[in-house]
């Protein structure tokens, strides 16, 4: 971000690393020390919104209904109902403050952790259990829901599977060339994957197996992914936090 007038931002680098929209407003999570951010004017203006927070580098977003959830890098989970004009830390029974990805579904919310795995919340972050079973890497960077599928992508392990709410993980790496996955996105039917040297795969089936698309993309280091409502597009970015 860079100050354009009183208290008005605007977006000029790769450390805005998280994007969640609520209701109109559209909010980023920025490394380096300067936190939340929130435009009220589709992205032409951006505003701090930080009260409340102890940890200004924020990793990742998730939203339930009207409430907005960041993962920090070490002081754990906040939580605004108020649009970000305040933020409350909800870190009960979460025992690794470095949430590196959050994603939310119904009023569920899980947390991926760098060390610790995945941890789940069904009120809203006031308490938070582990959902680990049958992952061997914890360190969790990437987290997307496709109906009752939650999928975890893991640092050099590729991707888990959760079939049932996280209580255990199975891998979904069948048809990947390898497992340095740098990005996991869906458009709501399908599951992509974005590796660093290979480029896109897709999966129909949920994970279960994968083949390659986008032939013609002029990088094959594919690091984020995001969605519109007449198609699915990628994005290549720099080098993220923790080493991603």
Known sequence: ???????????????????????????????????????????LSWNAVNTGLTDFNT?????????????????????????GSNWTQVNSG????????????????????????????T?????????????SNANVVGLEIIGSYVFA????????????????????????????VRSIGTDGSYLYAGLQVDGIFRSSDNGFSW???GSTLISPYVKAFVATSTSFLQARMIEEFFGQ
């Open 59 to 83: 990793i990742s977003l998730a939203v339930i209904g009207s409430d907005i959830f960041v993962g920090t890098g070490s002081s754990g989970v906040f939580r605004t109902t108020d649009n």
């Open 123 to 135: 009120d809203y972050g006031a308490s938070w259990t582990e959902a680990n079973m049958g992952m």
């Open 153 to 180: 992508r893991t640092e050099y392990n590729g991707i888990y599977r959760s079939t049932n709410g996280g209580a255990s993980w199975s891998l979904a790496n069948s048809g990947l060339p390898n497992r340095n």
């Open 1 to 43: 971000m860079v100050r354009i007038g009183p208290g008005e931002y605007r977006i000029t680098r790769e450390l805005d690393f998280d994007l969640a929209v609520s209701g109109t407003d559209l909010y980023t999570a920025t490394l380096g020390g300067e936190g939340i951010f929130r435009s009220i004017d589709n992205g």
């Open 94 to 121: 979460l025992t690794n403050m470095t949430v590196a990805s959050l994603s939310a579904t119904g009023s569920t919310l899980y947390a991926g952790t760098i060390g610790s795995g995945v941890f789940r919340s």
């Open 211 to 213: 083949s390659a698309i």
